[in-house]
């Protein structure tokens, strides 16, 4: 498996931006597709978006379709969230996920998580 760690999270206020990384540890990175997803307390893992592994198809939830942008470098073993628009609704925790070969969008489809970051937009 590979080890995930979040960063970049933070407070902005609604309209802002925030990019968030995920740094990869472990062997063969470019072998896994990659995905964000977010949770607010109470609620299940939602899907945010997924990469694939050569960085070429991605997905995005609806709710932030042309908003979000989701991208990887596999020189560098990290994986991207840049974060436009935001919105109150946004805040959340986000977390990191792999899992081996194609994409997907449901959480347990993915067998690695980081230990998330939260993400807080005030209106």
């Known amino acids: 498996q590979v080890q995930l760690v979040e960063s970049g999270g933070g407070l902005v206020q609604a309209g802002g931006s925030l990019r968030l990384s995920c740094a990869a540890s472990?062997?063969?990175?470019?072998?896994?597709?990659m995905g964000w997803f977010r949770q607010v307390l109470g609620k299940e893992r939602e899907f945010v978006a997924t990469?694939?592994?050569?960085?070429?198809?991605?997905y995005y939830a609806d709710s932030v379709k042309g908003r979000f942008t989701i991208s990887r470098d596999n020189a560098k073993n990290t994986v991207y969230l840049q974060m436009d628009s935001l919105k109150p609704e946004d805040t959340a925790v986000y977390y990191c996920?792999?899992?081996?070969?194609?994409?997907?969008?449901?959480?347990?489809?993915?067998?690695?998580w980081g230990q998330g970051t939260q993400v807080t937009v005030s209106s």
């Open positions: 996920a792999a899992k081996r070969g194609t994409t997907a969008t449901m959480t347990g489809d993915f067998d690695s």
């Open positions: 472990g062997r063969m990175f470019s072998t896994y597709s």
């Open positions: 990469v694939s592994r050569g960085g070429l198809t991605t």
